[in-house]
């Protein structure tokens, strides 16, 4: 079954800061790596999407890269604000089923 | 933005009762799922339905049943709600079977039961 890792679970850093999240799965099969945003309470938003062929993607500020050999997906923010502030998942989809990591809980200081 | 909604958005109710959560989709996708998640934890899948008439069972167990009789809808139902029943409910819909699928989901649904 795949599983979904992402380090670190939470993460602190000053407003302006570049930043690294990490997802990791343990099955390389998979269709596509899909990152979200979650606010409190709040339902996922859907941030970038790396099919399986693809290395890269950009949006904005987030860059997302996959290397399925290694099992292992980053989402880069780029200057980093106070509204950046949430928690990030990533999920591995596998033509079947979407399997979430629990998540990195990123907080921006102004 | 996705098309996808969820209602009631919060909802407190006694022991016992019987709930209805709704979720509506308006993207036309076939698989619908639902989810649920305490705070700071990882989703859990509980259901989904690969369409019309299709329904099973996901990862997590639970005392909820769904139904899907019409693509657009994917109601969850709780037929005696107990407090271990406090979550949040997430509801999401996608395509399925292609490189480019992508999951919608839903503003949630907060439940607390007393």
């Known amino acids: 079954k795949q599983e979904v890792t992402q380090i670190p679970a939470a993460l602190s850093v000053p407003e302006g800061e570049n930043l690294v999240l990490n997802c990791s799965f343990t099955?390389?099969?998979?269709?596509?790596l899909q990152w979200f945003r979650q606010d409190p309470g709040k339902g996922l938003t859907s941030l970038l999407l790396i099919q399986s062929s693809q290395r890269e993607q950009t949006s904005g500020r987030l860059n997302a890269s996959l290397d399925k050999s290694s099992g292992r997906s980053t989402l880069y923010i780029a200057a980093s604000q106070p509204g950046d502030s949430a928690t990030y998942l990533c999920a591995a989809y596998t033509g079947n089923q979407f399997y979430f990591g629990t998540g990195t809980s990123l907080t921006v200081i102004p | 933005e996705a098309d996808i909604y969820q209602t009631p958005r919060y909802l407190v109710i006694g022991t016992g009762k019987k709930i209805t959560l709704e979720c509506s989709q308006t993207?036309?996708?076939?698989?619908m799922y639902w989810y649920q998640q305490d705070p700071g934890m990882e989703l859990h899948l509980i259901h989904y339905?690969?369409?019309?008439?299709?329904?099973e069972k996901g990862d997590l167990s639970s005392e909820s049943t769904v139904s899907r009789i019409r693509t657009e809808h994917f109601p969850l139902t709780l037929e005696s709600a107990r407090p271990s029943h406090t979550s949040q409910y997430l509801c999401a819909s996608s395509e399925w079977g292609g490189l480019d699928t992508e999951a919608f989901f839903g503003q949630g649904t907060r439940l607390t039961v007393v």
């Open positions: 099955d390389s099969a998979i269709y596509n």
């Open positions: 339905s690969y369409g019309v008439n299709s329904t």
């Open positions: 993207m036309g996708h076939d698989k």
